[in-house]
């Protein structure tokens, strides 16, 4: 089974390789202790046998979680034998490029780190999970990372990814591989401290798992979204959103790691928004851009009759009113930057658009014959909505990473 779960653990397993990562579930991670958690960094892959010795590591950290959780990651560290080499790194998606990657490179490499028994551990946001494991990736051609996400976008998504790269001449994640991190350790509480339109960011990441694939966790997410979004996850049903968010992204990675079958519904709302997020004069995040997408995309189903009109006018609304994720931006009215989308879709697609559309919750078929008027045509409508739900970005607003 490519798939297993075991108390606080999922772990994955490629049916076509054999490789095996695993995500783990730690309430209070901050305060574990080796008598509570014995195995708490411990690596599953004999490959990576000697890895469990306790011993120096390298720490890739997000700055801003170093001054916010810095003594307390030390703690934990020196609790579990770990002797950190702390090494900062800067977040946000215009940190992630060649630059970072190869300043970082140097640092990791004056410190002659084993390959084997020496795996980084890589503890921030998206771009910290996502510079870091390509570090980790092409050093010495390949070691071993373990991920802290502290970001509920790197809890859902990110963290748990198996693509990992860099952003490179305007276009997002241009360069990289894939490269599951052989452990990631999931605490909630770490969440607790970013704002609410970052954790807004990370559900739309959660509904779009949701809107494809779980009926339930959607019905959670109208009872209990804004909750979620207000209390930064911090929520009886938090935990049980995260897990059922996770499970369908690493069954899917697990059996089609490298993407050889290009039909992928964890690409509802991965189709224009890689373009419409590197362009000038884009002021959302990532997971803003995605829940535009998601709502581009049910107007495109509703035009088609794809979708039931009610059924897609609720998601609207729990998508921009209940989880507070705004459903226009101007760029969308840019033809050219549709066009571009597009074309960028159609070539990382095979040669094909593949574009997951939605026919019910949980239920997606894909499409190739969209183009671009049917996208204006689309945009236009969605910004109608989006006025009369109050969910509108601006070119003002404020840029967050």
Partial sequence: MPIATDGDWITATSVAEGRTWRVRFVDDLLRATPEAVPDLFRLSDPVYATANAPGRRAVIIDRTVRSLFGSRFAGLFERFGIDPVWIEA???EESKNLTQYSELAARL???????????????????ITDIGGLLAATLYRGMPAVRIPTTLLGLCDAGIAAKVGVNHAGVKNALGT???APLALHCLELCATES?????AGLAEIAKVALTEDVALWHMLISHGRELRERRMQHPVGREV?????????????DNLREARLWRTMNFGHSVSPTFEMAPGSTLSHGEWVGID????????????NLAPDLGLEI???LGRT????LWHPLLADPGLLRSALRSTTALRGGRLRLPVLLDIAKVEFVDDVDLGDLEHAATELRSHSAELGCSATRDEEVIG
Avoid: Y
């Fill in 316 to 318: 609207l609304s729990v």
């Fill in 90 to 92: 800067d977040g946000g």
């Fill in 196 to 200: 609410e339109r970052h954790t807004a």
């Fill in 109 to 127: 490499l004056a410190l002659d780190l084993d390959r084997r028994s020496q795996p980084l551990i890589l503890v921030g946001g998206g771009t």
């Fill in 323 to 326: 989880l507070g994720l705004p």
């Fill in 178 to 180: 894939f490269a599951p």
């Fill in 242 to 254: 995260l897990w059922r968010a996770i499970l369908p992204m690493l069954t899917e990675l697990a």
């Fill in 294 to 305: 998601m709502a581009l995309s049910v107007v495109l189903s509703m035009q088609r009759g």
